[in-house]
């Protein structure tokens, strides 16, 4: 396979929902990810897999159950594995995610928001 360059903004621009990850690259057995957030999504947690988030543009809130986590665009946070969260964006925020191939996206919780990623 020969390596390509990944524009993130013209990735972005092919997705046209919120809250579903869709895959531009891979290494080694992890996805990156990108997804756009708009409102709240679920409490949930992810047993075996630490989830990083990247904001790309905009901003969003990682809520854990003992405090909130504001990012802004160009901060990073890592979720690690066990801890249960519930990211929230007030408006529309573009977000880079590198998780592991295996993972959920709505890890523990389950429901009608559990997609599987495609390659955008």
Known sequence: MRPAKVNLEE????VD???TPRIVAE???????IVKLRGEFVWH????????????KGEFTVRLRDRDVR????????VPRGVEHMPVAAHEAHVLLL?????????????ERTVA????
């Open 11 to 14: 990735k972005f621009r092919k």
């Open 17 to 19: 929902t919120t809250w």
């Open 27 to 33: 290494v080694n057995d992890f996805f990156v990810k």
């Open 45 to 56: 947690r992810h047993e075996s897999e630490d989830e990083l988030f990247l904001v790309t």
């Open 71 to 78: 990012l802004r665009e160009g901060e990073l946070f890592v």
């Open 99 to 111: 998780e592991r191939k295996s993972t959920v996206n709505t890890g523990d919780a389950g429901g």
């Open 117 to 120: 990623p495609e390659w955008v």
